[in-house]
């Protein structure tokens, strides 16, 4: 046999395996994003649902103000904030100030009645579930990813070609109760 | 093993059953064709037509597409469990029974239906109606669906063959084949034989493959809600109900959450062989304990 058949047949092993390591790290990255976007389409569609939630309360309880502010001025944090960190803080206050203003509707059993307000407490209840959905589904991509660019031998690599750590969705409220699940 | 290297299993074991699976039916329609004295080709043309009738057999029955604005919380909880497992949102039915149940079809993610009847949408909350989709979908994303669903059509098959086998017997009797062999005759009784046992055997295979699937569905299903609790209660209010779905037949038994034959027990040692589903009581003590 050649030696250097066999040199040449083992550096061609070596780059289609580092060749297929890097695709795979892309992929995972580009997953990451992937569920980024999704949050942020559930954050949006989130915010889209609130001057019409406010409007429909202002008609029954106009004195509230102070709530009605409080409300505004999380969902103008919420939307200028950038990155996992901000955005969940930003959701966890608006989340807050939604409870108070559901917390002040109950003072009105009109309001409480009106299929409009029963609606809209529909869709942002909904909503609530999409995001921790989204937000689960992002934790679980970025746990992949990050433990992908820590596992031998990508590890070697990862940091060299900008493969770098991705930050989790941590909500700042414990909105759904965590459950741990175990398989045996 | 975690709920990742179950999936994994999960696909190699499907093709290793596949595998098994068709040798065994091109075991039977070469017996069956040695025996009825006309060869492979009726055989494989039987094969061909009964697949086609168990593809069809699906879309038979009484459902509509369900709607955002109709069925809300259906709606909205298969849109947010798709969120949760990555996949798109899968077509959703309504099935006007009053029996509370509900099944998933589908070759893979992105062709997945669910449909449920209108006894589950009545009767669940929306807690409980997110652990029963949950179910459904990850019977979807662990490719349990489309297992099933050549299953269903393989076993479907070979009882078609069978009969098909006897029917040629019957009728063959006029067209006299006097030139046949000594190995013919062989055939022709194995035949007999295997057109017997060959529909149980499948179902047996089919029903085993299918209790162990909805362990998996479960646990998976847990994975995805992060909250056994809810489908838990729902497979308890299910268990309280004492409807039988009218929509179910044989070949469609195995699709569905509970078994849709649920209170017809023989009480026999062996009739745990012929269940679709594990005992409701164990899969709740299952779910309760995650």
Redesign the interface.
């Known amino acids: 046999m050649n030696p250097f058949l066999i040199a040449g047949v083992l550096i061609l092993i070596l780059v289609v395996f580092i060749w297929s390591l890097y695709n795979g790290l892309v992929t995972s990255k580009m ?1 990451v994003k992937e ?1 980024w976007s ?1 949050i942020d389409v ?1 954050l949006k569609r989130r915010t889209d649902l609130i001057p019409n939630l406010i409007e429909t309360v202002k008609g029954y309880a106009k004195h509230e103000k102070e709530v009605f502010e409080n409300v505004t001025k999380a969902r103008a944090a919420l939307m200028s904030a950038g990155g996992p960190h901000d955005k969940a803080k930003a959701e966890g206050e608006l989340t807050g100030a939604l409870k108070s203003l559901f917390a002040v509707a109950e003072a009105y059993p009109e309001l409480k009645a009106s299929e409009n307000f029963v609606q809209l407490q ?1 869709e942002l209840g ?1 909503t609530e ?2 995001i921790a ?2 937000r ?2 992002y934790n679980t ?1 970025v746990l992949d990813y990050n433990t992908r660019i820590k596992v031998f031998p990508a590890v070697l690599f990862a940091g060299s070609l900008g493969f770098t750590d991705e930050e989790f969705y941590e909500a700042e409220e414990g909105e ?9 | 093993m975690n709920v990742y290297s179950q999936v994994q299993s999960n696909r190699t074991r499907t093709y290793i059953i596949m595998a098994l699976f068709m040798v065994f039916i091109a075991t039977v329609a070469y017996i069956f064709g040695q025996g009825s004295g006309e060869g492979l080709s009726w055989a494989g043309l039987a094969l061909i037509v009964s697949g086609l009738m168990n593809l069809g057999s699906y879309w038979w029955g009484d459902k509509m597409e369900a709607s955002r604005k109709d069925n809300f919380d259906f709606y909205t909880v298969a849109e947010n469990l798709a969120i949760a497992g990555g996949i798109p949102k899968p077509k959703l039915y309504v099935i006007d029974d009053t029996a509370p149940n509900a099944f998933a079809t589908g070759r893979d993610p992105s062709h997945a239906v669910v449909c449920a009847t209108t006894g589950l949408l009545d009767k669940l909350d929306r807690r409980e109606l997110e652990g029963v989709i949950a179910h459904e979908l990850s019977h979807v994303k662990n490719y349990d669906t489309r297992l099933m669903s050549i299953v269903a059509i393989l076993v479907g098959s070979i009882a078609f063959l069978a009969d098909w086998f006897m029917r040629s017997l019957w009728w063959g009797r006029g067209r006299d084949r006097e030139d046949r062999g000594s190995s013919s005759s062989i055939f022709l009784i194995l035949g007999i034989v295997l057109a017997i046992l060959s529909p149980i055997i499948a179902t047996i295979i089919q029903l085993a493959i299918s209790r162990r699937r909805e362990f998996l569905a479960d646990a998976s299903g847990a994975l995805l809600t992060r909250n056994p609790d809810g489908l838990a209660r729902a497979l308890e209010k299910i268990s309280g109900d004492k409807e039988v779905l009218e929509a179910a037949t044989n070949a469609t038994a195995h699709l569905y959450i509970v078994n849709p034959f649920k209170g017809k027990n023989f009480g026999a040692w062996f009739a745990g062989l012929f269940d679709t589903h594990p005992p409701l009581a164990e899969r709740i003590k299952i779910l309760r304990s995650m």
């Open positions: 997953r569920a999704g559930q529909k909904d579930d999409k959905y989204a689960q589904f991509s759904r109760k965590k459950v741990e699940v175990k398989f045996s």
